[in-house]
């Protein structure tokens, strides 16, 4: 399953013209919840998910690349949103809700997402299995990045769900890590390729001040959404994504660092609100970082 068997969720991908780069959409509308990890992450609205803002949902998801520039892309997904008839209600008309966030793939002689992709990602989103691997948002992600870009791995987009209890618990990676991506035995299954293309770990390399190449700081992004149908309010979203957040660093090595800017949005399709104890927000947490780590995975696997 992928984060598209949550009900209420819709995934769709676009690429620029002659490729490099796109933009995907998740489709909503949902509550929603953010966990800024990131020194140098690049947003829009993201001001929407705070549990005290007016508008108690977002009407979309936008993940990008093209850094800074690719955030224009939102403004294709709102202008499909709004010819659809979807928006917060203001009494003149309405106003389509959508954060964003960016990845850095900007390479020489490849465009940067803009309204048409986003659009296009809008309009071709749909129920169906989100495809992955590089697609949309992943199609210029790269990992494994300590040795030097010419000596990366692909990145991409990967996608998990499980159900619990009474709903479903998805999640979208957009994986453009600085770092390897270590397999749950902690072998590593996509970083830097050392002379002769074998794989060499990142984390080993770092304990050598000035064997690696780093490049410049907020370069790299992961981006992750999780999503559910299961009825939490916008605090316990948030208290969901904190948690969903510790996949990082159990399938990322190393993570965090000053070349990184990662997010994690939680969201709920549910109407209704209820309270969830500590002990259930525990699992449901646990449950959100084992599909996190999953996508994380599946994202150089696919």
Do not use: Y
């Amino acid at each position: 399953m992928t984060i598209t068997a949550v009900p209420g969720v819709q995934v769709g991908h676009a690429a620029v013209p002659n490729g490099g780069s796109g933009c995907t959409v998740i489709l909503g509308p949902f509550r929603g919840a953010v966990e800024v990890l990131g020194m140098a992450t690049g947003t829009r609205e993201l001001g929407v998910l705070s549990p005290h803002h007016l508008a108690d949902r977002a009407d979309a998801v936008l993940l990008t690349g093209g850094s800074a520039f690719g955030l224009s892309a939102a403004d294709g997904v709102v202008s499909w949103l709004a010819s659809e008839g979807r928006g917060f209600e203001t009494g003149v008309a309405l106003v389509p809700l959508v954060p964003a966030a960016v990845i850095f793939d900007l390479a020489k002689d490849v465009e940067r997402p803009g309204p048409d992709q986003g659009w296009a990602a809008s309009q071709a989103a749909s129920s169906d299995p989100a495809l992955e691997g590089r697609v949309g948002a992943g199609i210029g992600a790269t990992v494994g990045k300590l040795l030097g870009p010419e000596a990366a791995s692909p990145g991409g987009i990967g996608s998990s769900a499980r159900e619990w209890k009474d709903g479903t618990i998805g999640a979208l990676a957009v994986v453009n890590a600085f770092g390897d991506i270590l397999g749950s035995d902690g072998t590593v299954l996509a970083g830097p390729k050392g002379p002769e293309g074998a794989p060499m770990r990142s984390d080993e390399i770092a304990r050598n001040p000035g064997s690696g190449r780093p490049p410049f700081p907020g370069t790299n992004t992961t981006l992750a959404v999780v999503a559910t149908d299961l009825s939490l309010s916008r605090v316990d979203l948030g208290r969901v994504a904190k948690i969903a957040s510790s996949a990082f660093p159990r399938a990322i090595s190393p993570v965090f660092s000053p070349f990184d800017g990662d997010i994690v949005f939680a969201l709920s399709t549910s109407d209704s609100e209820e309270s969830f104890s500590a002990e259930e927000l525990l699992s449901l947490g646990v449950v959100a970082r084992d599909v996190v780590e999953d996508s994380i995975r599946r994202a150089v696997a696919a």
